[in-house]
């Protein structure tokens, strides 16, 4: 095999890892990455299951905080540990984009 075409041939098999290695926001399932989207939340400031923008419009989920029984798209309780999935406020390249709500919760 000559340079070029294994250079070529690398390219593509690395692009493909990538592509699969890459999670993203799933509106159907309401969930990133098989961690659904509903639940008990901890805030973390590393290492989060799912980075979230609070955004004013065009969000990809609506979230209304709750004091008990998270359990539909959108509803997160938030709690100081152990809860169902954890999250980072971030500023740019979010994983999910949240507006936050009084009611009706989740896909927008």
Same mark, same amino acid.
């Given at each position: 095999?000559?340079?070029?075409?294994?250079?070529?041939?690398?390219?593509?098999?690395?692009?493909?890892?990538?592509?699969?290695? =890459?999670?993203?926001?799933?509106?159907?399932?309401?969930?990133?990455?098989?961690?659904?989207?509903?639940?008990?939340?901890?805030?973390?400031?590393?290492?989060?299951?799912?980075?979230?923008?609070?955004?004013?419009?065009?969000?990809?989920?609506?979230?209304?905080?709750?004091?008990?029984?998270?359990?539909?798209?959108?509803?997160?309780?938030?709690?100081?540990?152990?809860?169902?999935?954890?999250?980072? =406020?971030?500023?740019?390249?979010?994983?999910?984009?949240?507006?936050?709500?009084?009611?009706?919760?989740?896909i927008p």
């Amino acid at each position: 095999m000559n340079k070029t075409r294994f250079a070529v041939v690398s390219s593509v098999a690395a692009l493909a890892a990538i592509g699969t290695a =890459y999670a993203e926001f799933d509106s159907g399932s309401c969930s990133f990455d098989g961690i659904e989207l509903k639940g008990e939340v901890e805030v973390v400031d590393s290492f989060p299951d799912v980075k979230v923008q609070v955004v004013d419009s065009f969000p990809d989920l609506k979230v209304q905080a709750v004091s008990s029984f998270p359990d539909d798209c959108g509803e997160w309780q938030f709690v100081s540990s152990s809860g169902d999935f954890k999250i980072q =406020y971030v500023d740019s390249f979010p994983d999910v984009k949240i507006q936050m709500v009084d009611s009706f919760p989740g896909i927008p």
